[in-house]
């Protein structure tokens, strides 16, 4: 409840009077916060016909902050004026002022001063006029003291453009008795204790009236990232087509299954430090399978499987370094490997997890993100089995027709075939990011809002069920 002192002299004000009361009126006479006033007219109405409140606006014009500083100090072009002596002043001086250049502006439209480009030692300003009158002060001073009416919507819509002038509305109460007014305001208990009932002076208690439309307390509990909605969606859709979900669990990956199991050259932009996190600790990974280690050097160096391959030195060295993994495929190429090691059967994989980008930091990049990533390998794969597979997964995302949101394609002969795949198996694959759809399906235009410590938890626990339009 509202402070009783308040209420109690709320109660004698209304009292006092025939017509009632205005809650602004007796705040300032009070000399309290509105909201001091408007508490005790809630605690009021919260205990019967007590008062009568009619909800009130109106609206008047105040002086902003910069409104205000004019008002006490002159506005930017007369302190502009005044700063000018008779021999003038470098324009460069003046521009160091803090109303400089604001206030330049508006004297030279008012053809107080006059610039002198020409002047030896630099450009000066004159005056051109021996005394002005500061009319945008003397208007700010009216409103200010309360007579804001005697300006008409011109000058005050002038002021209002320059930011020195607000309407503002303002609300209040007007108050009046209500049918069981009081001066005298019992508090009325809100729970029947077992005090009460053994010793029996429920009977003489007056209880405040249950609410039975109240909205109860919200339970406290965990909630669901945005993030984890959406990706819950897209793994639902991966396992109705039939796919198995991958092992990605290895943040840490090295060079060779990040890289070079993939067919990219060593001298690839992508592999420097300016795009890749390298690991200092530990800084190499040993122990690859040794056969495809040496069938994937060859492929690079000089060529193979109907490819003649980059003709570059391929070193182990740099397979070796570990890095935090740029893409989800480093996965998807042990899969592939591991498959190629037993008799092959056609697979469908899926993965959706972690990975990382030394990337510039701005509102649709982060250096680390999720990428989703699905696999089909099979016999006798082609373009168009691609393009059946992507049209049925984006069918489900709820997409009616073609536009550009992952990248996708087949995996390359000199990929494949070092790894022991027959000849006539082809794997097609596509990718995208978690995060770009999340932002689109809650519309957040800034991914430092969805991930990071800037996130607000209040979005996270208001975000609602994620439903793709499948």
């Known amino acids: 409840m509202a402070d009783t002192g308040v209420v109690e002299t709320l109660l004698q004000r209304i009292e006092k009077v025939d017509g009632g009361v205005d809650s602004l009126e007796v705040a300032a006479s009070l000399g309290v916060d509105h909201q001091v006033i408007v508490g005790a007219v809630k605690s009021l109405q919260a205990l019967g016909d007590i008062i009568s409140a009619e909800l009130r606006s109106s609206k008047h014009w105040e002086l902003t902050e910069e409104g205000s500083e004019i008002a006490e100090q002159g506005s930017h072009e007369a302190r502009v004026f005044s700063s000018i002596p008779l021999e003038g002043l470098l324009q460069a001086e003046l521009m160091k002022l803090s109303f400089g250049k604001i206030g330049f502006s508006k004297a030279m439209s008012n053809k107080w001063i006059r610039l002198d480009k020409s002047h030896e030692g630099g450009p000066r300003i004159f005056r051109t006029v021996e005394s002005i009158k500061d009319q945008v002060r003397e208007r700010l001073l009216l409103v200010k003291q309360g007579n804001a009416a005697q300006l008409d919507e011109k000058e005050k819509n002038e002021l209002k453009k320059r930011k020195l002038l607000a309407e503002v509305t303002v609300k209040s109460y007007w108050i009046t008795k209500g049918n069981s007014f009081s001066t005298t305001v019992t508090k009325q208990e809100t729970d029947l204790t077992p005090e009460m009932i053994t010793t029996g002076s429920w009977k003489e208690k007056k209880f405040k009236q249950y609410n039975f439309e109240a909205m109860g307390v919200a339970p406290d509990c965990g909630h669901l990232h945005p993030l984890m909605k959406v990706r819950t969606q897209f793994r639902q859709i991966f396992l109705e087509m039939g796919f198995c979900e991958m092992p990605t669990n290895n943040y840490v990956e090295s060079s060779f299954w990040n890289f070079d199991s993939l067919f990219q050259p060593q001298q690839h932009p992508a592999r420097d430090q300016h795009d890749t996190f390298f690991l200092s600790d530990p800084p190499l990974t040993r122990g690859f399978p040794p056969e495809y280690l040496e069938r994937v050097k060859k492929v690079h160096s000089e060529g193979g499987y109907g490819s003649q391959g980059y003709n570059y030195d391929w070193k182990i060295e740099e397979a070796q370094k570990n890095i935090l993994r740029t893409h989800t495929t480093a996965v998807s190429a042990r899969m592939l490997y591991k498959l190629a090691q037993q008799k092959f059967t056609p697979v469908k994989y899926f993965s959706i997890d ?117």
Request: include cysteine.
């Open 354 to 470: 972690r990975v990382f980008r030394n990337e510039t930091l701005d509102a649709t990049h982060l250096a680390e993100f999720n990428q989703i990533e699905g696999v089909v390998a099979d016999y006798g794969l082609t373009l168009g089995d691609l393009m059946g597979v992507l049209h049925q997964f984006f069918t489900k995302l709820g997409l009616k027709k073609w536009v550009e949101v992952g990248n996708s394609g087949v995996f390359r002969p000199e990929m494949l075939l070092p790894m022991g795949l027959p000849e006539d198996v082809s794997v097609i694959a596509w990718g995208l990011s978690l995060e770009r759809p999340t932002m689109i399906k809650y519309g957040i235009n800034n991914i430092r809002e969805l991930v990071g410590h800037k996130v607000n938890l209040q979005m996270v626990y208001d975000s609602p069920i994620c439903r793709l339009d499948s």
